[in-house]
């Protein structure tokens, strides 16, 4: 078996540009499907996924660890970069879909079989911009609290939000209370029974990140995300020193090296790899090793396209320390239409259950993707009060 051609199909979704990637062999009607979905950097993915395909055309797709070493490896720049590691990721997954689909087996067959009966996901509420927090602090948090009825409506028992807002450096108390009031909102509209999660977005500084997380600590979140910039894995572990909620990070590392440093500073309980990010199925795999060798759960990010939810359901089914899912299911109302499901889906809960599909368990309808062409994403700009640029 032979890889003959490696296309991309883009499918604008508002807030981002889904990239599937297409890998074809020159056995009849078998090809693989993956994701390389960046938001603001699909036409830099798609160059780099036609670079790599120099590197491919005429190997064995089945070889996937030779073919990761070769994309890792080859042309002298080792592929630590976000661009570079979400292009591999795309092809990482489709060869996957491939060798799945070409013994007749899920891909969660082909790492050792399940370890648990379903998936457990959990949806995002949004939230958290600098101007809401300041201008109205009382609707903000009554608009949280229906955020969160609504989620638990819709059949979840674990949702998250960004109810800490843009912020500069060094910000006074009212930012905090303000957090607190949006968390106490949601505590209070869904009770204990619900997990609540807050995910920072990297916004805080150290200092301040530790500062949220101490004031929600009352709050028993089942996790707390990215509390500081993640450049500051010392700031992060001081966190997670600091308090007991557990610290969840990792989102925006892309390579096993970069987790590893995570853990040797034991900066976090749970770790977020973006599988169409740090390299794929294959390097996720490893991290995830790599993490329950140190103690570490792992709860992969996950707001893309559906065949990465699909890949990220895969490898829970296999992956013993496997945590949670992230699922976006409001971002356009036309998802379902771009693939056929292979799993099940329990709507009281949430949870997934395994199909028998082979591969990923997804197949793509090309036209209609064709429906939503490729469309530059609205530049995200965040600026504080002052005009100064902070992370959004």
């Known amino acids: 078996m032979k890889i003959v051609e490696i296309e991309t199909r883009v499918c604008n979704a508002r807030m981002r540009n889904w990239i599937f990637v297409k890998v074809i062999t020159d056995q009849p009607g078998l090809i693989g499907w993956g994701e390389a979905t960046l938001e603001w950097h699909t036409r830099s993915?798609?160059?780099?996924?036609?670079?790599?395909?120099?590197?491919?055309?005429?190997?064995?797709?089945?070889?996937?660890e030779h073919l990761w070493q070769m994309m890792y490896r080859q042309h002298f720049w080792h592929s630590n970069g976000i661009v570079r590691g979400t292009a591999m990721a795309g092809i990482d997954l489709a060869l996957w879909d491939i060798l799945g689909k070409s013994l007749n087996v899920p891909c969660h067959q082909?790492?050792?079989?399940?370890?648990?009966?379903?998936?457990?996901?959990?949806?995002?509420?949004?939230?958290?911009?600098?101007?809401?927090?300041?201008?109205?602090?009382?609707?903000?948090?009554?608009?949280?609290?229906?955020?969160?009825?609504?989620?638990?409506a819709d059949g979840f028992t674990a949702f998250k939000s960004m109810a800490v807002p843009e912020q500069v450096m060094i910000e006074g108390v009212q930012p905090v209370k303000n957090a607190v009031a949006c968390v106490a909102a949601m505590r209070e509209a869904v009770g204990d029974e619900i997990d609540i999660m807050v995910d920072c977005h990297a916004r805080p500084s150290p200092r301040m990140g530790l500062q949220f997380a101490k004031a929600l600590e009352p709050y028993n979140l089942?996790?707390?995300?990215?509390?500081?910039?993640?450049?500051h894995l010392e700031g992060m572990a001081e966190i997670q020193r600091a308090v007991k909620t557990p610290i969840a990070t990792g989102e925006r590392l892309?390579?096993?090296?970069?987790?590893?440093?995570?853990?040797?500073?034991?900066?976090?309980?749970?770790?977020?790899?973006?599988?169409?990010?740090?390299?794929?199925?294959?390097?996720a795999r490893r991290i995830a090793t790599m993490a329950h060798a140190h103690g570490v759960a792992i709860a992969p990010h996950?707001?893309?396209?559906?065949?990465?939810?699909?890949?990220?359901?895969?490898?829970?089914?296999?992956?013993?320390?496997?945590?949670?899912?992230?699922?976006?299911?409001?971002?356009v109302p036309w998802r379902d239409e771009i693939v056929s499901w292979g799993f099940r889906v329990e709507k009281k809960g949430r949870l997934v259950y395994p199909g028998s599909r082979p591969g990923l368990g997804v197949e793509i309808n090309e036209a209609?993707?064709?429906?939503?062409?490729?469309?530059?994403?609205?530049?995200?700009?965040?600026?504080?009060?002052?005009?100064?640029?902070?992370?959004?």
């Open 45 to 64: 993915v798609i160059g780099a996924i036609q670079d790599l395909r120099e590197l491919l055309i005429g190997e064995d797709p089945t070889r996937i």
């Open 110 to 152: 082909l790492w050792g079989g399940r370890v648990r009966d379903y998936i457990r996901l959990y949806c995002h509420l949004g939230g958290g911009k600098m101007e809401d927090f300041y201008s109205t602090p009382v609707e903000e948090a009554k608009r949280f609290g229906d955020l969160a009825r609504q989620a638990v």
């Open 222 to 231: 089942y996790f707390f995300e990215e509390p500081c910039w993640p450049e």
């Open 254 to 283: 892309t390579s096993l090296h970069a987790f590893k440093e995570l853990f040797e500073r034991r900066a976090a309980s749970i770790v977020q790899p973006d599988i169409t990010h740090c390299g794929g199925l294959s390097e």
């Open 302 to 331: 996950n707001p893309q396209g559906p065949v990465s939810t699909a890949a990220s359901i895969e490898f829970g089914l296999a992956t013993p320390n496997y945590l949670i899912c992230e699922a976006v299911h409001q971002d």
């Open 368 to 392: 209609a993707i064709a429906k939503h062409p490729f469309a530059q994403e609205l530049p995200r700009r965040s600026f504080a009060r002052d005009g100064a640029v902070i992370d959004w």
